[in-house]
């Protein structure tokens, strides 16, 4: 969490600090600052969102091409103006942004605070901070030496940025476990969490790796060290990256606008996987490991959040087409539970922004104990996609809306690509099935644009329920998980509580809260348990509850017990998933709007969890 940016280099470095904070708003929210260095040291911080920051930035002389900037989510105090980024050391030298948590700062600032050292903030930022300095004035040594020696008695995790006062031409960054992107201009460098602030000016990028640390000076060739004081060579990365893909294109939210991308980013997660008239399919980063999954016996998927969800549906396909034993895992709690793990293990980790700390922590006991590591990523380079020995982009592009809505479905996608590849070679589905499900997968991009062409039709049933304060979701089979991530749309943008259920666990304990004000909403589409989701239904219609059911094209018979039905187009079973998460994706969307709700920044949240 926390957006990080940085510029040194011949332009005003404030405007460009301010746009890429902007940018990177899906970080974290709740408070800004910049720090520009011009001889002295001039800063603004604010509570709230970067518009606020440049509220009362505009009567501050911020003019200088050296500066960082920073857009925090909260973790070490409240988020306020005191809290807010940068932040400076006590003798005023240093000045630092930074994103993660430092977690023995306890310690350090009992240290400080016996060698005089104050502190105004209740941040572990400002504990860092000072301990460079400290570092940096017992011995003497040069900032980007100190922030070295510094870094090796911090334990936790962070990405930061420090320039001195006393050292003016130059910034220094490190990075343990939180993102840090640097970016090769002419006669000027960038720093930032992810590549957006940087493509506009340059898309030469080098990704920093865990425990470097980069000296970036104002004029010159930049310098990466490891942290036990070895010099690297830098790869340097060419941006596979457009401006208008982290641009609204027209759309009030960007989480609108990735809804309807998704026929096209369907699609793209497809490209060159599939082939509907020759009948094949296949997952080219399975391929240097066709016996591995041949052989193994279990699949471990491991994600938080909607990628988690995303995995379910992956547990139920593989399964069923690959006929191998399947475990999904929330990664916070795999990683704190001394797992049985074997090394024919085959650990998938799913991540939209593969930067998620408990994913990364749950894959570093995979790899511990010998497993083959599969990344499923959005994020190009980033640290998941890194780390695993193997795995597939989803490449859904950029996803800005904190609410992931295209990265599940192309998840979800690359899920089935990879059963099917798998179903094929361990001869776990029939030639027919197999061509069938291919033939189906590539008529689903298509499939998905009717779906969203009932955008206003569900916009009325948002208006017909917006009011609620709870709501329950109910599926079955492959149709669960979308009850799981219908619930957590609607909770995570529109604050409405929302729980999703296996349909018939509903008797079980929801059925209690069913009366006149529950809306229910069903996915009722599985050919499989038609009659016991019509049950299912007829146990909330009882109870007075308000039936919206997700139905298949032409279902006569549901449509006359529920209140509302959103149609979908008939597909296979496995692929459903695809199609019936649409309109519960809209039908969020629609009722956070009513709501008068930040539909792109939900209160509280953050696109990229890089802190446990
Ligand atoms: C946060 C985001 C969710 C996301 C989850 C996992 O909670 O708000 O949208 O699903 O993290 O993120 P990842 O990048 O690992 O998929």
Known sequence: MCGIVAYIGEKEAYPIIVEGLKRLEYRGYDSAGVSILNGKINTVKKKGKVLDLENVASSVDLEGNLGIGHTRWATHGKPDDLNAHPHHSDDDNLTLVHNGIIENYLSLKT??????YNFKSETDTEVLVNFIQEVKNTEKVTLEEAVRRALQKVVGAYAIVVFDKSEPDKIVGA?????LVL????????????????????????YLNDEEIVTVPRQGEFSIKTIDNESTT????ELDLKLDEIEKAGFDHFMLKEIFQQPFTIAESMRGRINADKGWVSVGGMRPYTNRFSKTDRII?????TSWHAALIGEYLFEELARVKTEVEYASEFRYRNPILSEGDVVVALSQSGETADTLAALEIAKEKGCLLYGLVNV?????????????????????GVASTKAFTSQVTVLTLMA????????????????SLIYALSDIPAQVERVIAKNEQIKYIAGEIRSASNALYLGRGYNFPIALEGALKLKEISYIHA???????????????????MPVIVIATNKSAYDKIVSNIQEVKARKGIVIAIVTEGDEKIKKMADYTIEIPDTLDPLTPLLSVIPLQLLAYHIAVMRGCNVDQPRNLAKSVTVE
């Open 111 to 116: 240290f400080l605070t016996e060698r005089g």
């Open 175 to 179: 990075r343990k476990s939180s993102p």
């Open 183 to 206: 970016g090769v201009g002419e006669n000027e460098y960038f720093l930032a969490s992810d590549a957006s602030p940087i493509i506009k000016y340059t898309k030469k990028v080098v």
């Open 234 to 237: 830098p790869t340097i990365h």
């Open 301 to 305: 998927m491991v994600a938080c959040g």
């Open 380 to 400: 190009v380079g980033s640290s998941i996609a890194r780390m695993t020995d193997c795995g597939s982009y989803i490449h859904a592009g950029p996803e800005i």
């Open 420 to 435: 099917l590849n798998m179903g094929y070679e361990r001869g776990t589905i029939s030639e027919s099935e197999y061509h």
């Open 499 to 517: 729980e999703g259920y296996p349909a018939a666990e509903m008797k079980h304990g929801p059925i209690a809260l069913i009366d006149m004000y």
